[in-house]
């Protein structure tokens, strides 16, 4: 069955420090996708980042890295210049195929606070 | 584009008393879901529908809980009687379940209150 491990319960770091969350999955799927998603205080989960399994290349959006390993199973993810904004609950996601194909199984959260 | 609405926003309730949550997915979605989230239970998957037919409904925690989708623009949750241990906030999210294209959009959520 699939399963996402959040190890890291919760971080805290200073303004411009820079942060990984890290994501280890489980899965007998040879084609899967992995997802992040950011819950802000106000509560809205918001859609970061889809990987597939295919796609080993890590990926840069300006403050935000994505490093995918296959051999470890891991899907980690960096703030670099970490800022007060970037304050949430971060979830990684692992895609469910099969039949309808996209169910997702979700990791327990890791809380960022970044401080001032 | 207009996001997955959600109404009400905030519910609050007396126990027994039945409750009903609305969803309006993306326009053009075919995969609608619906999670609770808890503290003691961080984000569970409920019921999820496939072009408006319930796909897998494993989450669903009791037979108080039912799920419809009449249409692919629209979506309810229902809890009757209402208990305490459902207050929560409840999530809908769609997708379009297309290869390549699964990630899911959520509503801002339903925070239920049930007392």
């Known amino acids: 069955a699939q399963k996402v491990t959040q190890a890291q319960t919760e971080i805290s770091v200073v303004e411009k420090e820079d942060v990984t969350l890290d994501c280890v999955y489980e899965?007998?799927?040879?084609?899967?996708?992995l997802f992040w998603y950011k819950q802000p205080p106000s509560g809205e989960l918001v859609f970061l980042i889809r990987r597939n399994s295919f796609d080993e290349q890590n990926e840069i959006s300006g403050r935000y890295s994505w490093n995918f390993q296959k051999s470890t199973s891991s899907f980690n993810f960096t703030i670099t210049a970490s800022q007060v904004v970037d304050s949430a609950v971060y979830f990684c996601?692992?895609?469910?195929?099969?039949?309808?194909?996209?169910?997702?199984?979700f990791g327990a959260g890791t809380i960022l606070r970044v401080k001032s | 584009d207009a996001g997955v609405i959600q109404s009400p926003r905030h519910e609050v309730t007396e126990m027994g008393q039945e409750v009903t949550l609305r969803c309006k997915p993306i326009s053009g979605h075919n995969s609608l879901f619906w999670y609770r989230q808890t503290m003691m239970r961080g984000l569970e998957l409920l019921i999820y529908f496939n072009n408006n037919v319930p796909i897998d409904d494993s989450g669903m925690p009791e037979d108080r809980f039912s799920a419809k989708m009449p249409n692919a623009s629209f979506s309810t949750l229902k809890i009757q009687p209402s208990e305490p241990r459902d207050s929560a906030v409840y999530f809908c999210?769609?997708?379009?379940?297309?290869?390549?294209?699964?990630?899911?959009?959520f509503g801002p959520g339903t925070r239920l209150t049930v007392t």
């Open positions: 999210a769609s997708s379009l379940a297309r290869t390549g294209d699964y990630e899911q959009y």
């Open positions: 899965t007998r799927d040879t084609t899967y996708y």
């Open positions: 996601a692992l895609s469910e195929l099969g039949g309808y194909g996209n169910k997702l199984v």
